[in-house]
């Protein structure tokens, strides 16, 4: 798929590094802690990885299958999602059961961008 990283103009979606700021605030992730166990899952999937990867999905409007390609094919998707080269991405069937589970609706978090 290749899908860039840059922004446009003035207006434009910011870019990834730009988004990677907002990550930044780690009171970002607080909403999002009673839904995600360390341990627990199928496997366990970090959470702020979890949130980095949903931002990445609405930012660029991709599903959950084009998602984990992306991440699994970019090294600068991967870093922004705290993955490491080797390590597995997670399974698509991983985020889309966790975001049917309502965490967002739940944590009253919307993505905007």
């Not at 207006?11 to 627990?40: K, N, Q, V």
């Amino acid at each position: 798929m290749g899908i860039g990283v840059g922004g446009g103009g003035q207006g434009a979606a910011p870019r990834l590094s730009e988004l990677g700021s907002y990550f930044e605030d780690p009171r970002l992730f607080e909403p999002f802690r009673p839904y995600f166990h360390p341990t627990d899952g199928r496997p366990s999937v970090q959470m702020e990885t979890y949130v980095r990867m949903m931002a990445l999905k609405y930012r660029y409007q991709l599903g959950y299958e084009a998602l984990c390609e992306e991440v699994s094919d970019s090294v600068s998707w991967r870093l922004f999602c705290r993955i490491a080269i080797g390590e597995r991405v997670p399974h698509p069937s991983t985020g889309a059961v966790l975001f049917e589970g309502n965490a967002y609706a739940a944590a009253g978090i919307t993505f905007s961008w």
